[in-house]
């Protein structure tokens, strides 16, 4: 009897925990081991490198077939899965991924693939803009809106990411007055830039002074007197031409003084480097973009090489090979035509506007010079890449938020619209 009851006992248990397993949820669907879904690998995708929406094929075992549940992504930005198999997923590359690994998420698995190179192309736009008349500086504001210094109309002005241009400092009188939006005066101002706080900085070159307009409008002498090269007190230094100025996330002011470059700091101005003291002496400074660790990218008057100035006062050469032309590639082995204005990026990247080449180029990080945009015509034609073309360009500013390029056309008074993607 007692030997009935054990054999019962037994198939009523080994019956349970049968249904149990077959009833039993495995999580995603797929191949599955004796202990849950296996982990899954990659082995391979293909293209490696593409630009946003490219169709990639990552191929490798164990996927699941359910696309929703293999969250794959790119460089940390999550792609859209279209079609899966246990071996194949395809995927489409997200917009402004930028280049890193591939990552595969099966539930609780996750697993690292090769590295895409993200290709971003460069489309070129113009802006409807009127009412500019020889633009020279140009700067972004926190809120996307373009600052420019309207050199001959000798006011500085906003103009919107739709184009729609207002003046809002300067009475269009050539002279030195501060004061009041509607009644102060610049002298053919060809610089602009944009403090942490949104107030605006000016590089009053002939007026031998950096000027600033607050976010209340009201324009006051930031720093400089009379032409000359004394440091000291903001209220007493002196300038000889503080032309192109930058400002970093501190509110420290980096000014281009003919050779000079001057730093506005705490009230105080002190000279960073004299151009003269270089191995072929450089008569002027006429474009500056700062690092967060306030290093110093800078172009001369001849426009032949981008310069880097260190904090701790080192001076060399960036990128260009010191003569006249156009050549990409290795920065020691580049060329530029005349480059003029300078900029950053937010991936770190240099931009360099590169006038008498009708091109836009970049340094990257790694120090490889390329074109981003222009095909080295003198005309307007919007695009992408290099089937677009620039009229002489001449400044450059960079909105952090959205990525987008702009890029100033002053002999033809335009501003371009380089959208990244």
Not at 128 to 148: E, K, M, Q, Y
Request: glycine share 12%; net charge negative.
């Amino acid at each position: 009897m007692a030997m009935r009851i054990s054999i019962a006992l037994f198939a009523m248990i080994f019956f349970i925990a049968s249904c149990s397993k077959s009833g039993s949820s495995s999580g995603p669907s797929g191949p599955t081991g004796p202990t849950g879904p296996t982990t899954p690998t990659i082995t391979s995708i293909s293209p490696d490198s593409g630009v946003y929406n490219t169709t990639v094929t990552v191929t490798g075992t164990n996927f699941s077939t359910t696309t929703g549940d293999d969250l794959v992504t790119f460089n940390g930005t999550t792609a859209t899965v279209s079609a899966a198999t246990a071996t194949q997923l395809t995927v489409t590359v997200p917009k402004g991924a930028g280049t890193g690994t591939i990552k595969l998420t099966i539930g609780s698995n996750t697993i690292t693939g090769p590295t895409f190179t993200y290709l971003f192309t460069y489309t070129v736009s113009t802006l409807p803009t009127t009412g500019l008349n020889s633009p020279f500086g140009i700067a972004v504001d926190t809120a996307g809106n373009i600052i420019v210094a309207d050199d001959l109309n000798n006011q500085i002005k906003t103009v919107t990411p739709a184009g729609a241009v207002t003046a809002i400092v300067g009475s269009g009188t050539p002279g030195f007055m501060n004061g009041g939006a509607a009644t102060a005066e610049f002298l053919d101002p060809p610089s602009v830039a944009v403090d942490p706080m949104d107030n605006i900085l000016v590089g009053d070159a002939f007026n031998y002074k950096v000027r600033e307009i607050s976010t209340a409008g009201i324009v006051s002498t930031f720093a400089g007197t009379t032409s000359g090269e004394m440091n000291g007190s903001a209220a007493t230094a002196q300038f000889y031409s503080p032309a192109f100025l930058t400002v970093d996330a501190a509110d420290n002011v980096f000014v281009c003084d003919a050779k000079y470059v001057r730093e506005i700091s705490g009230g105080s101005v002190s000279t960073l480097y004299d151009g003269s003291t270089y191995s072929t002496q450089l008569n002027s400074f006429t474009g500056v973009a700062v690092t967060p660790g306030d290093t110093l990218f800078l172009l001369d008057n001849d426009g032949w090489n981008v310069y880097q100035l260190t904090p701790a006062g080192v001076f060399t050469v960036l990128a260009g090979s010191g003569a006249p032309a156009y050549q990409d590639g290795p920065a020691a082995k580049a060329s530029f035509g005349l480059a003029t204005a300078v900029a950053l990026d937010a991936l770190g990247d240099i931009l360099v506007v590169d006038e008498s080449n009708q091109r836009i180029r970049m340094i990257s990080p790694a120090g490889i010079v390329s074109t981003i945009a222009g095909s080295g015509a003198a005309a307007d034609m919007d695009g992408t890449g290099m089937a677009a073309e620039f009229y002489y360009p001449h400044g450059i500013a960079v909105d952090k938020k959205s990525g987008n390029i702009y890029v100033l056309e002053p002999m033809s008074n335009r501003i371009r619209k380089i959208t990244v993607e």
